[in-house]
């Protein structure tokens, strides 16, 4: 059963990697021709694939590829051989490198959230509340989130999976305006779960920990959140209000400081993530939703995934061994007396109280 599931997961970390390295290939040209959102949702469907490590291939896929298995022979000193799997092995390693990542994960979340609680206030500005009530009014969220101070907090963000909670820094901010923006873009995460999208992104990147193409895809994935997320808050505004949303994302990065957390929604990015942003939000041209492609290549990708299977061939040195054993021992029609022995090179076979004893030769 491991060893089936293992296999699985190879076989879909194989694919969706040729997959990966396609888009990244044509990314020059997707992010021409296709909004943000495009690849937000391309690779969302991506990491469902890799977090449900289960084969879905049809039962007589046109294409299935033979992966030998050997398997490692324990030689007892008595008559009793055992024998390891290969693919078993990695398979045990594999789940034990999930566990590791996950802990890490996990580790690093619940320090972050002790730190975040402990240095939280109630936001007391009457004003503040008052245009977080209207952002959560104008884009229609029914269950409005709590709205918190931190000291602490690197940056504007969300946080949390069951009780989301946007925290701000506590810091004066240049204007009202700058405030709206802010308070906006971090709703606009919250009103697409965008909390939940990146947790599915960790979990197959845990999934897949041992692929690297797996790291480039969170990423990407990552950046490209933010990017559709920036479009979202741009939507329908002029080049003045691009320009002024641009400054205030540079602003982040003079003044905001720590890391960017894996699960959480700052407002900064890294340098690198940034300057795409600029590109993204002031360079004008009108850009495609794609919505028939993306139906094309979601469909492109379940199908050829069925369509290759892997099997494992078990090729065991145990097999080998035991030919080479019966070879030794004599056959049932040969005359043999107690503790008389037959040997080789390697092994003896000897006949003790009327049962044939395999020994090694040291």
Not at 20 to 38: E, H, N, R, V
Not at 86 to 108: E, N, P
Not at 231 to 256: C, G, M, Q
Request: positive net charge.
């Amino acid at each position: 059963m491991l060893e089936k599931l293992f296999m699985s997961v190879i076989e879909i970390s194989l694919w969706l990697s040729v997959v990966i390295i396609l888009l990244k290939i044509t990314s020059p040209f997707i992010k021409k021709a296709y909004a943000a959102k495009w690849r937000y949702i391309i690779w969302l469907i991506i990491a469902v694939r890799l977090a449900i490590p289960f084969d879905i291939t049809l039962p007589s896929a046109p294409v299935k590829l033979t992966v030998p298995d050997n398997t490692i022979a324990l030689i007892q000193a008595s008559d009793t051989v055992n024998s390891v799997s290969v693919i078993k092995i990695t398979a045990f390693i594999w789940l034990f490198g999930i566990a590791v990542f996950a802990l890490y994960q996990f580790m690093i979340y619940g320090s972050y959230k002790q730190k975040i609680k402990r240095w939280s206030m109630p936001l007391a500005d009457i004003e503040t509340v008052a245009l977080f009530n209207r952002i959560c009014a104008e884009l229609n969220i029914k269950k409005i989130p709590d709205i918190k101070i931190n000291k602490i907090a690197g940056s504007p963000m969300m946080f949390g999976f069951i009780k989301p909670v946007l925290y701000l820094q506590n810091v004066e901010y240049k204007d009202r305006e700058s405030l709206e923006v802010i308070l906006k873009h971090e709703l606009v995460h919250y009103k697409r779960r965008d909390l939940w999208y990146k947790l599915l992104l960790l979990a197959a990147n845990a999934v897949h920990w041992f692929n690297p193409l797996v790291y480039v895809m969170m990423r990407a994935a990552n950046d490209d959140v933010e990017f559709s997320c920036d479009d979202e808050v741009i939507k329908n505004t002029d080049a003045a209000f691009k320009k002024k949303y641009s400054e205030i994302i540079l602003d982040s990065v003079r003044t905001e400081k720590g890391k960017i957390r894996a699960l959480t929604t700052q407002f900064k990015s890294g340098k690198k993530a940034m300057k795409n942003r600029f590109i993204n939000i002031l360079i004008p041209g009108k850009k495609r939703r794609g919505t028939v492609t993306l139906l094309l290549l979601a469909l492109t990708i379940l199908i050829t995934s069925m369509l290759v299977s892997f099997t494992y061939e078990i090729t065991s040195e145990l097999d080998n061994y035991n030919n080479y054993i019966d070879n030794i021992i004599p056959s049932e029609n040969e005359n043999y007396k107690d503790n008389d022995s037959v040997t080789d090179e390697k092994l003896i076979a000897a006949q003790i109280d009327g049962k044939w004893t395999i020994l090694e030769i040291p």
